[in-house]
């Protein structure tokens, strides 16, 4: 799908009209009562060449993880109530302050996966506020807790028959589909896709071979990063051993998506592909609320960015 710039800031507009809600200093004057609005956000910038006649940039974000929980299903309100205090309660005013820098900063919005916590109907209805409800507009990759359903006899399975359960709910509720999207803006290639867990599956490799035939520069944008070295050691220092200085050089044993990534023979075929293949110009993604980079292939670079709920995000600039 071809997505020129004007159409899709017009299509953008009732998610970045946000701009007029309160943002967290007006919340509270006591926070930044003298500085810029904007400065609460904590943004990176980066920059990916690729010979364009003319320059865009987008907004990286990833992992808000919205908590909204309603009368219409009571059974989720004490989970729900703990996971807002995880997130520390603002990850509404988090994504509607970055949406509103958008507006006037950048020229498009990527959210690589976990705008929700958790399924209720109270989230859905925020997906629908601020990504509007014409699919095909925006940019976006689901991450695994899109996929939770909090059913408590149920539990959480790390599969794709498990993820299954609700594609067909996420495909009405998310405005693009969550299996795999191409979205071309500028001659560029931006594929989404469902990487939530570590795995691919092989119909995704089947259709990101079609979008090479394309000849275009790819951006490949998911949840779940292809882990290095430099990328699993930091995350495994975050989450595994936070507060502890590095004492010894080698890499954590592999576990999780980790593991998956290097133990499925598909997803270990594709990304030897992916490490040959030229047209692919950088990775997007999010699900370890670290900002970190490293180099993927020759010709790609891969971004992880940190969790919106803070509020984080990175200000990517396409030359």
Known sequence: MELPRRNFLTSLGGLVAASALPSFAADDPKIFPARGRFERLELSYQHIHLGLKEPFSILHISDTHLTACDAREPDKAEFAAKR???FGGCQEEALRDSLAWAKNNVDYVVHT??????????NYDLVRKYFGETAGTMFGAPGNHEYQRRIK?????????????????????????VTFQSTVVKGVNFICLEQVYGF???????????????????????????????????????????????RMAEVPAAVGDYKRQLE?????????????????????CGHL?????????????????????????????FT
């Open 84 to 86: 807002q205090q995880t």
């Open 113 to 122: 996966g976990d705008l929700i916590d958790f399924q209720t109907e109270a």
């Open 153 to 177: 006899e149920e539990g959480i399975r790390n599969t794709d028959e498990y993820n299954a359960l609700s594609r067909e709910t996420l495909n009405k509720v998310f405005p693009y589909d």
């Open 200 to 246: 691919v599956l092989p119909s995704q490799v089947a259709r990101f071979k079609d979008e090479v035939k394309k000849g275009l520069p790819i951006i490949l944008c998911m949840h779940v990063p292809f882990f290095s070295d430099h990328i699993w050691r930091s995350s495994m220092k975050f989450w595994r051993n936070a507060g502890r200085k590095f």
């Open 264 to 284: 499925d023979p598909v997803t270990r075929d594709f990304l030897a592909y992916l490490k040959q293949e030229p047209l692919l110009r950088g990775i997007l």
């Open 289 to 317: 609320h670290i900002d970190v980079q490293d180099r993927f292939s020759p010709t790609a670079m891969q971004y992880v960015v940190g969790g919106n709920f803070i509020p984080h995000g990175e200000e990517i600039l």
